[in-house]
């Protein structure tokens, strides 16, 4: 049985910029509240954090499989969970004044009987890095990560 997880923000930044911080492996540890670095593993082939990308994150391995900017991202968990088949997909849509930030995750359990403990736990994860995003990029300063070349 999947499980799916929809959580959403909003930015007052442009879709443009939440969307650079979004893509960028090296900044999900500045707005998601990481205790480790995240890094890209592998460059995509169009775009260094594009499609066919790998980011860890930890004990996390994740793979970009969508990326269109300023509007979809999406990546899926290649390790680092009980879970299989997991893919998020993070849609940006024009919100008064900024960024409507939409983060929707499917995924299967891999042990039995975990599949409701997994869609609380990412619940709160996707709830947090949604709303961290939404936040840093509201207060982004030109030395951030995102504004560096790839």
Known sequence: MPYRIDVSATSSAPP???FDHLAKAVTWADWGGFPFKSIRERAGAADPDGIGSIRRAGRFREEVVAFDPPAHYAYTMLAGAPLKDYRA???LGSAAGGTA???EARFERRIPGTGALLRAAFTLLLRR????LARHADRCETGCAAHRAA
Do not use: K, S
């Open 16 to 18: 443009e910029i939440v």
């Open 89 to 91: 997909d993070v849609t």
């Open 101 to 103: 930030i939409r983060w």
């Open 129 to 132: 890095l949604a709303r961290g």
